[in-house]
């Protein structure tokens, strides 16, 4: 796995105006998920792909984070949604609620009620939850989530024009170590690469701050209302200018605008969400149907209505958000009884009054956590699904006044439009502009406890390591006095009702004896183990590294002199401690991602490290490990293999159906037709057969392997295809002859008017535009192809529309182009220049043998067989 002792990385930058650099050469992709109970919104960074939100296969901008069985068929989104009703129990929704939670727990049982048809058992080595299917497949829920992630990269992946590895994924602030890396998890069973994950309330602020600058600071609750819970996070926003150094004594030095986006506070609610308000409307449309309709009995148990109902619900709660009341009609519902019936706002609303407080709970401990008053706060930024439900925005209205609300971010998309800008800073090849990042921890306290040894014997120790506040990124360095292997425990503070883990993990430092031994043996004076551990940009727990530190004696000239003149007092110091192995301090880097500095050395020493290795012992909801990753993996490319080749044995049927209908209708047409007056009867027989063999095959249900499908198609095409040829070759022919008729007619025209021009050029003693050579080319090609012509007319004559043609259509256009081309090459030729006159009349010399045969052939041109000839 290695996904907790990832190093964490610096505070990133994001974007205001995306600047890609060398798209013509890199080629860079940035996946978001917006991962939510109810729907999923996917976005890309890509060079050259206009940043928006991913649109899935319906050009639907959210998809419903639901994946279902039909059967052998696997469906997603919407396609999985629709077929709940009536396959609840191989239908998987809200699988958020059970990200790294043990089975039984409250989040477990939760889900048990809105879907109750599914079978549930535990996974035993992790205390997770798996899911079976009817015919005895089972998958965890990380796997079933990784299915769903699968999906969107495909998705992205089509926009991209490439394959898509790294991917950001948002999460609520709450999320514990354990739901943290189950997301990271599915992430890599779905093949991609978990680049950081966001928490949601940040991502919002993100989006929030992109296309707003802040000159004096401003302080806004971003209130994210979501199927799952209620978040609130207060969040600072100031922007400042910044001028490098270099140009800070430069008067006309522009500066840059680097915009602080710091987290200092947040409230959340995990019962009040819009899945809850979905169940309490599903429950009173349930208690109508059994008043009206079943006399004292009841629908638990019936899992297919149960079903209709949910889905019921979440449409009439959209509907309430603007009407005063919805109608509810399912057809044939339960036992072939129609339900309708009218369900209100106010019969809604109070069935969630309790919610209410729950609801504006969150903002006020916001305030509390950030040590503000609602006087300091610009506005609370409505975001979210439920954020839309009237019940939830009178509630905030009543408690912190109208004039607080601001709805000027998208409530369903802004998550993951900030989260995709964020992705974009974490990577080299995109330009952004600044807006530094500070997220806190907003859980208990995380714990370091250890064993030591003191002067009162063993004790079990623990020290405060990471309080509620502690900023994402912050990294702290523990020194022991430890001279043999030891054990660290991290845990959560345990608070009273809180269903937390507390135990995330062990970690065990080994080869710290022989580290000892070998500064000592340099002259170490009271060497120290020290751990470094730390909260990375992605909220996880992580150690970031372990060594033995000691000051080595300078044995050197120089060293010795200084220690003759300074003396040490080390070694009475530390003889009244030799009994003591407890933590000696626990330091934090302000600069998250500089490591605490060693102290200074006395001149008579040098600082010497030796690296110390350790393991960890994961607690609680177990990480996958390499090798249920692989074997996950595996098992998920394979169900993902074998999808491809039945949609493409489907695809082949389709086409091969298609095609048997088609020849069906052929083979049964009027004997005048086109396909009855080219083919031969042979020919039909044989299609026939083939047909008849194609849809016994089909009809009798064996389908049977991909390559068997093609096959029989191409048989039948390979018949097929001389008889589609004549018929081409009989619309196409004739006019492919009457090309090549005009084609020599036009060759035989400058043919002559060249032989013209050359007879008069001779006379005029003019150069000759056309050698002899060229126009007797054209006068044998014109000859050969007529000759070509005149046969192939002649034998085509013989011949039946169902026999195969003599003269091509094809051919006689080749002929009919060359010809052509070489004419239009000699017409384009520029007359030459006539010779220069003479400024001097030369003295004849008499002409050698050679020369007055040239002349004599020159005087006989006119005897030339191509003049005889024409």
Request: contains cysteine.
């Amino acid at each position: 796995m290695g996904t907790l002792l990832s190093s964490p990385r610096k505070p990133q930058s994001l974007l205001l105006f995306l600047l890609f650099v060398f798209p013509q050469i890199i080629n860079a992709s940035v996946l978001a998920i917006d991962y939510g109970a109810d729907f999923t919104k996917v976005s890309l960074m890509k060079p050259g792909v206009p940043f928006d939100v991913v649109l899935n296969r319906d050009s639907k901008r959210k998809i419903a984070s639901s994946v279902a069985w039909k059967g052998e068929e696997r469906l997603f989104g919407s396609d999985a949604v629709n077929i709940a009703a009536r396959f609840p129990s191989t239908s998987y929704s809200s699988l958020k609620f059970l990200q790294g939670t043990e089975y039984g727990t409250t989040p477990s049982q939760f889900h048990a009620l809105i879907q109750p048809a599914l079978d549930v058992s535990e996974v035993p080595d992790r205390k997770t939850h798996r899911f079976k299917r009817k015919d005895g497949e089972s998958w965890t829920n990380e796997e079933l989530v990784a299915m769903q992630f699968s999906y969107v990269k495909d998705l992205a992946e089509d926009v991209a024009g490439e394959r898509v590895r790294d991917a950001v994924v948002t999460v609520p602030a709450y999320y514990s170590q354990f739901e943290r890396q189950a997301v990271l998890d599915s992430l890599e069973l779905a093949g991609l690469k978990g680049l950081a994950l966001i928490n949601d309330g940040t991502a919002i602020a993100i989006n929030y701050a992109l296309s707003r600058n802040f000159p004096t600071l401003e302080n806004h609750i971003i209130y994210d209302a979501g199927a799952s819970g209620v978040r609130a996070t207060l969040v600072s926003f100031h922007t400042v200018t910044t001028v490098p150094e270099s140009k800070s004594k430069s008067k006309s030095a522009k500066g840059s605008d680097v915009t602080h986006v710091t987290v200092l506070g947040y409230g959340y609610d995990r019962v009040a969400s819009g899945s809850e308000m979905d169940l309490r409307l599903r429950e009173v449309l349930q208690q109508k149907f059994e008043t009206a309709h079943m006399r004292g009995g009841s629908l638990t148990g019936e899992h297919r209505a149960i079903a209709k109902l949910w889905k019921e619900a979440a449409r009439a709660k959209t509907i309430l958000s603007a009407n005063t009341e919805s109608r509810v009609s399912i057809e044939s519902f339960h036992d072939d009884i129609d339900f309708r019936a009218t369900v209100t706002r106010a019969e809604f609303e109070e069935a969630c009054a309790d919610l209410t407080p729950r609801f504006t709970r969150p903002i006020q401990d916001a305030l509390t956590d950030a040590k503000l008053e609602l006087s300091d706060i610009t506005s609370i930024v409505l975001a979210g699904g439920a954020s839309r439900v009237p019940l939830v925005q009178t509630a905030i209205k009543v408690t912190f006044g109208e004039d607080k609300i601001a709805h000027n971010v998208n409530a369903d998309e802004a998550a993951v439009l900030g989260a995709a800008f964020y992705g974009a800073s974490l990577s080299s090849r995109f330009k952004t502009k600044e807006i530094k990042i500070q997220d806190r921890h907003v859980l208990p306290e995380i714990q370091l406890s250890f064993t030591g040894e003191t002067k009162r014997g063993k004790r079990l120790l623990n020290t405060a390591l990471f309080p509620p506040g502690s900023k994402y990124g912050t990294k702290k360095t523990a020194s022991y006095r430890k001279k043999d292997d030891f054990e660290l425990s991290f845990r959560y503070q345990q608070k009273m009702g809180s269903e937390l883990i507390p135990e995330i993990f062990d970690a065990e430092f080994y080869g710290v004896k022989a580290a000892m031994k070998n500064l000592t043996s340099r002259g170490a004076v009271e060497p120290l183990m020290k751990v470094e551990v730390g909260l990375n940009e992605s909220g996880m727990l992580v150690i970031h590294d372990a060594w033995a530190y000691g000051e080595v004696k300078d044995e050197s000239i120089t060293g010795k002199i200084k220690n003759f003149f300074a003396g040490s007092s080390s070694s009475s110091a530390s003889a009244s401690e030799e009994t003591e192995e407890s933590a000696t301090e626990v330091t934090e880097s302000e600069t998250p991602t500089e490591t605490e500095e060693a102290p200074e050395p006395t001149p008579t020493t040098t600082p010497a490290t030796v690296p110390v290795s350790h393991r960890i012992s994961h607690k609680g909801v177990l990480p996958y490990t390499k090798k249920q990753i692989s074997a996950a993996r595996t098992r998920l490319i394979a169900v993902e293999n074998a999808e491809k080749l039945r949609h493409k044995k489907e695809e082949a049927r389709n086409m091969l159906e298609g095609y048997l209908y088609r020849m069906r209708d052929l083979l049964a047409g009027e004997p005048t037709s086109p396909f009855m007056l080219y083919s031969k009867e042979e020919e039909r027989q044989k299609l026939e057969q083939r047909m008849s063999e194609a849809f016994a095959l089909i009809h009798e249900g064996d389908e049977g392997e991909l390559a068997e499908l093609w096959r029989r198609r191409e048989e039948m095409e390979t018949i097929e295809k001389p008889i589609q040829f004549r018929y081409e070759e009989n619309e196409a022919a004739p006019k492919e002859l009457t090309n090549l008729q005009q084609a020599i007619h036009a060759g035989k025209s400058f043919l002559e008017s060249a032989l013209q021009n050359r007879t008069m050029e001779e006379s005029e003693g003019l150069p000759h535009k056309y050698t002899l050579e060229e126009l007797e080319h054209i006068k044998e090609s014109i000859l050969e192809t007529e000759k070509w012509l005149q046969d192939g007319i002649e034998e085509q004559k013989k011949l039946l529309k169902n026999d195969d043609p003599v003269l091509i259509s094809a051919e006689m256009k080749a002929r009919g182009v060359t010809l052509q081309n070489y004419v239009m090459k000699l017409l384009k030729r520029k007359t030459p220049k006539p010779p220069a006159p003479k400024k001097e009349k030369e003295v004849p010399v008499p002409p050698t043998d050679a020369e007055e045969e040239v002349v004599a052939d020159t005087k006989d041109e006119s005897q030339h067989p191509i003049h005889q000839e024409l």
